[in-house]
């Protein structure tokens, strides 16, 4: 995973995550990132500072920053956000972005992992899909260039 900074046509900054650089390609190509702030699809990556590694300073990243160079999340784990009651545009947002991915896929249920498979190799034809996949499917799509999206979980969704 690539984590990027972006900034959208209107000036807006803000990061997200990547299997890739040819998801970011592609997610950009297809305008499927846009700005969390304006909604502008038009989103390029930010100017970035290289992170120095210094020999005087403890290796341990400050409270709630990823240490330098770190871009895979530990085996088992998930990245994760706590969004508290008073954040409702972020689950607005959240809930939006789950609302259209359900009415622009097909679901294939527990089939998942093999149509995704089947669809990046040529062997069915290119459509939305949307299912369930183990975290090792998951992992295994991603390493092999099959670009996949986690799709919110709603406090709705848990019950």
């Known amino acids: 995973m690539i984590r990027f900074a972006l900034v959208c046509e209107n000036g807006h900054g803000f990061e997200s995550w990547f299997a890739s650089n040819d998801s970011y390609d592609f997610q950009i190509e297809n305008n499927l990132v846009s ?3 304006c909604n502008a699809a038009k989103v390029s990556k930010a100017v970035m500072a290289p992170a120095v590694a210094r020999a005087d300073r403890a290796s341990a990243a400050a409270p709630g920053q990823e240490p330098a160079g770190k871009q895979q999340t530990p085996a088992g784990k998930q990245n994760v956000a706590l969004i508290g009651e008073g954040d409702r545009e972020l689950r607005a947002l959240a809930q939006e972005l789950h609302a259209k991915i359900i009415a622009a896929t097909d679901d294939v249920g527990e ?3 093999q149509e995704a498979r089947r669809i990046h190799d040529g062997e069915a034809p290119e459509r939305p899909i949307r299912g369930q996949a183990s975290p090792e499917e998951a992992r295994a799509l991603i390493e ?6 986690p799709m919110p979980i709603l406090p709705d969704d848990r019950g």
């Open 144 to 149: 092999d260039g099959v670009s996949i999206l």
């Open 35 to 37: 700005c969390p702030h």
């Open 111 to 113: 089939q998942f992992p």
